[in-house]
């Protein structure tokens, strides 16, 4: 929403002067914001956790997954990036393979990227054909006796690319996954809130029919202001809670960054943000599909409101 927008500095300073404790104080701002974030989502993602990054918010979703499946095992695409903890460098293909390698427990599927990847616009069914790739990596899997417990991935993959992964994928995928007992985790940490224009989640590109198991979230929720979330079924978040080892963050969920996360909802609907989204997003494709024309180095121009990839070819 902008650097230093008003509001949000509003927000914070407003209740700053009241009261900051951590969330075993309770306080009607996180009730308010839970509720308030719940109207964004499909109605079955109705438990909310709140926590200080993006990374955390991922590490949390892992557990989870991990928790509700009893299995260990991650699939994610290549060139993926998902935090900067220990966990989720094992499952970012863009950090380990300049590290430690990868995971037994990790599987790499990859990028459903029509233009450059593995099927591409000419195939016949570019869609079931990235889809069969993960099929394949559980049947791997099986073989030699792991178990699945999640897909995880960007819902547009960013460090990837800018990728749009086609329609249809997420459900075929979500399939396969399901089937071998795992979850499916939406991460909408550089994507979410709008970025795409015509939907307030990138998932929902998908299709009305899709819905992840687990969505996180960070960066734009709280503008700058160290905010983040889980969001997952009730389903997922009772296998969590019947360990009786409760989740607990201090600073995840306080006053101050709750008012902060409800002043970022007021101004994106306020300012008309997703339509702002969209129209600037509209024009920029437009302004660099000319450029494609006169340039034979432009080799794709792709995007949806604005999150846009430009591919430099020789």
Known sequence: VGHCHPDIVQAAHEQNQLLN?????????????????????????????????????????????????????????????????????????????????????????????????????????????????????????????????????????????????????????????????????????????GRVGKHFWAFQLQGEDFIPDIVTMGKPIGNGHPLACVATTKEIAEAFAATGVEYFNTFGGNPVSCAIGLAVLDVIEKEHLQAHATEVGNFLMKLLKEQQIKHPIIGDVRGCGLFIGVDLIK
């Open 21 to 193: 404790t951590n969330s075993r104080y309770l306080h009607d701002n996180l009730v308010d914001y839970a509720e308030r974030l719940s109207k964004t989502l499909p109605e079955k993602l109705c438990i909310f956790y709140f926590l200080n990054s993006g990374s955390e918010a991922n590490d949390l979703a892992l557990r989870l997954a991990r928790q509700y499946t009893r299995h260990e095992d991650v699939i994610v695409l290549d060139h993926a990036y998902h935090g900067h903890l220990t966990s989720l460098i094992d499952i970012s293909p863009y950090k380990f393979r300049n590290l430690e390698g990868q995971k037994e427990w990790v599987h790499v599927a990859p990028v459903p990227d029509t233009y450059r990847g593995l099927y591409r616009e000419d195939h016949e069914d570019s869609v079931t054909a990235y889809a069969d790739e993960v099929k394949n990596i559980i049947e791997h899997a099986h073989k030699r006796g792991r178990k699945i417990a999640a897909f995880f991935v960007e819902s547009l993959p960013s460090v990837g690319g800018q990728i749009i992964p086609p329609a249809g994928y997420f459900q075929k995928v979500a399939q396969h996954v399901h089937k071998a007992g795992g979850v499916f985790i939406a991460d909408e940490i550089q994507v979410g809130f």
